[in-house]
């Protein structure tokens, strides 16, 4: 039963992780009908950026803060330079440039940085754990990323309810060339998703940098999760996509550690060792496969 | 008459170059070099490179014309590729390469274009046993071997249940098998993680519920990182971690102080007492500025096993150059070191562990010996013809 609940909190914890990342990919996905993959570079290059600018500045907020901003300026540049010219293309021609994109910027950073995995200390004030069970004590540290992500999910609600550009949003998800039609500089609505989703990307690759190894292409695996959690989710839903992060979390953490044990107890011990972790790794599309025959626009679509 | 004389000059050149090219040794070295593990290929293409400056740029007295391929760890293209490299002209050696998936389909284009394929990393079993060649050489280890030193040391300490852990793919289980070929004790589980996991806090929690003597673990590259910050700050470091190829050099600059007090089994550490070992880790250190790893080890020895066996054959001959090989006539820096009837190494092993150097930086150390002039256990079933 500990177990459980240290797993549930990590799946949580996960969960968090995922949603800043596929908060910024389901409004760019959902308002601009851009299939952006390289949007899990943006998590690369805030963990990269964090580490310098945390070299630099002396300290974790320092470079929290300084490389979730040049993050979200990167991606605005992006968006700028090369984007903009794909809104209109085919959705075959937005994922073979983004792929490159991937490329391109995955051996670009090994050429700045190096190949090695670099290291990222922890900030002081958060670096201590506290007894969870018998013999396992719990990071403050992992308790503060999932307060972060709460907290970024509020603000984004407030912003994405209560606010004039978040109203635009909504709209823009559910009707593009209408919002178009009344008036509205749809170019600097899209510059604004933009920024901002890839801002809370870098964000979440700061914050991830002292728990993971901070290497090139580390962005790849998290993008396919992130794809999972704004399909489940619905396109173009924050809700949407805090509900999925958190279920994708949870089903992945739990059913990787429950999983093993239960086929343990049906299988022979060879037999489940090979079985077990197939299964586990299958489980999130699984579910994936499930939500969408039942519900095939995901569980909060955003266009009625 | 200026036409005899040209083609006169022409032929004279060409004679000059046919003696240039006589006296130079072409070498490839073919190294993951791109994508995540290119910290490994970058390890092996610099310690055979501080192989041939320790000798002042020759190997057997003759100039080294040395040849770097990137195998981008695919299969396919390794293939293409060093088939382009060996069809260009005579090749005398070739290095590599890092990974197992990759030795595999190049040693019969290397072989059969009459080149040797010297291996600095990859020692696979099927390349032990019946499938061994007489123009492969392994300079590393059986790939066996350095999981089953962390066995072995497990049964001497008396451990009686040990928490296992491996990537979901072949190496993994291969890791784990040899692990459980000298453990005598019970295993408490074998998990699976998936290559691409980023978080290892699930396991570490299922760690601390089974409450094993030990743990074992083979997670390289990143997942290793992962996994060392994280053991360390769930407070469980009462727990010994013993490894392979999880804390090396390679790892160790991003895991930091986190690894200190890690095990690991290895043929190799920089610590090493003697002479040759010193050498090479002062001109590695001194020129490329990080600290070598096994993998750059291995390589540095390729380098000085092919000047000892070209000066013993006095010259290329491939028939003489290959039973200096097997003679093995150079000063390893591991110390003891000769070769099988399979061409893999006998040497001892040690388990090592994770310290802080005076000037800060993070390295293996030596801490006692595990297996003397150990030999896999393929060879037997290797035949050569």
Redesign the interface.
């Known amino acids: 039963m500990?177990?459980f609940i240290?797993?549930a909190l990590?799946g949580i914890?996960?969960g968090m992780l995922l949603f800043l990342i596929a908060a910024g990919l389901t409004l760019v996905f959902g308002v601009m009908k851009f299939v952006n993959l390289a949007h899990g570079v943006q998590y690369m290059i805030g963990a990269y950026l964090g580490v310098t600018f945390a070299g630099w500045a002396g300290g974790f907020w320092a470079g929290l803060l300084l490389a979730s901003v040049v993050a979200g300026a990167f991606g605005l540049a992006l968006d700028v330079v090369i984007y903009r010219h794909l809104y209109r293309r085919s959705e075959l021609d937005q994922v073979l440039a983004t792929f490159g994109i991937i490329i391109t910027l995955n051996?670009v950073t090994?050429l700045l940085w190096g190949?090695?995995?670099?290291?990222m200390?922890m900030p002081e004030l958060l670096s201590g754990?506290f007894q969870l069970?018998e013999?396992?004590?719990?990071?403050i540290?992992?308790i503060a990323v999932m307060a972060a992500g709460l907290a970024v999910a509020g603000g984004l609600a407030v912003v994405v309810n209560r606010t004039r550009v978040g109203m635009l949003i909504r709209a823009g998800a559910s009707n593009g060339a209408m919002v178009e039609g009344l008036g509205v500089d749809i170019g600097r609505l899209f510059r604004i998703v933009f920024g901002m989703g890839a801002m809370l990307a870098g964000f979440a690759g700061v914050l991830?940098a002292?728990?993971?190894?901070?290497?090139?292409?580390?962005g790849d695996?998290?993008l396919i999760l992130a794809f999972v959690v704004i399909v489940i989710g619905g396109v173009g839903s924050i809700r949407g996509a805090f509900v999925a992060a958190c279920l994708v979390g949870l089903v992945d953490?739990l059913g990787?550690?429950l999983i093993?044990d239960l086929s343990h107890a049906a299988l022979s011990?060879t037999t489940s060792?090979r079985v077990?972790?197939?299964v586990a790794?299958m489980l999130i599309y699984l579910v994936m496969a499930l939500i969408l025959a039942i519900r095939p626009t995901g569980l909060f679509p955003a266009r009625a | 008459m200026i036409t005899r004389l040209f083609g006169a000059t022409l032929l004279a050149l060409a004679a000059q170059q046919g003696v240039v090219s006589a006296q130079t040794l072409k070498i490839g070295v073919i190294a993951t070099l791109s994508g995540p593990q290119a910290p490994l290929g970058e390890q092996i293409r610099d310690g055979f490179q501080a192989g041939i400056d320790s000798l002042g740029g020759k190997l057997g007295g003759m100039p080294v014309e040395l040849t770097v391929i990137d195998d981008e760890l695919k299969p396919d293209l390794a293939v293409t590729k060093i088939r382009g490299y060996v069809e260009q002209g005579k090749v005398d050696f070739v290095i590599g390469p890092v990974f197992s998936g990759i030795i595999a389909p190049i040693v019969k284009p290397v072989t059969a274009s009459g080149a040797f394929l010297i291996s600095p990393n990859a020692g696979p079993s099927t390349l032990a046993g019946k499938g061994c060649s007489p123009d492969l050489f392994v300079t590393s280890y059986q790939n066996d071997q350095p999981h089953s030193v962390s066995g072995q040391f497990a049964t001497d300490q008396g451990y009686k249940k040990v928490f296992l852990i491996a990537p979901n793919y072949q190496a993994g289980r291969d890791a784990l098998t040899g692990f459980k070929s000298r453990f005598k004790g019970e295993v408490a589980a074998e998990d699976y993680v998936p290559l691409t996991q980023m978080d290892m806090q699930s396991e570490i929690a299922k760690i601390a519920d089974a409450k094993p003597d030990a743990v074992y673990v083979f997670l390289p590259g990143g997942l290793g990182i992962s996994f060392v910050k994280q053991y360390r700050a769930a407070g469980l470091e009462k727990i010994p971690v013993l490894s392979a190829f999880t804390v090396d050099e390679s790892t160790l600059p991003a895991a930091g102080d986190a690894a200190i007090g890690f095990y690991t089994g290895a043929n190799w550490a920089p610590n090493m007492e003697n002479a040759a070992s010193r050498a090479f880790v002062a001109a590695f250190e001194a020129k490329y500025k990080y600290v070598p790893a096994t993998y750059a080890a291995q390589a540095y020895d390729t380098a000085r096993l092919i000047d000892g066996a070209v000066k013993m054959a006095g010259g290329t001959d491939h028939a003489k150059l290959r039973v200096a090989l097997e003679k093995a006539p150079f000063e390893s820096v591991r110390g003891s070191f000769r070769f099988g009837a399979n061409h893999y190494p006998i040497q001892d092993f040690y388990l090592a562990r994770v310290a802080k150097r005076p000037d800060g930086k993070l390295q293996t150390e030596i801490q006692r010996k595990v297996l003397s002039s150990d030999a896999d256990p393929y060879a037997v079933d290797c035949k050569m013809n």
Do not use: F, I
Not at chain 1, 135 to 139: D, E, Q
């Open positions: 500990t177990l240290v797993q990590n914890q996960l051996e090994r190949s090695n995995p670099l290291d200390k754990s069970v013999g396992l004590r719990y990071p540290y992992r991830a002292p728990l993971v190894s901070v290497e090139p292409g580390m695996n998290l953490t990787r550690s093993t011990a060792a077990g972790p197939a790794s």
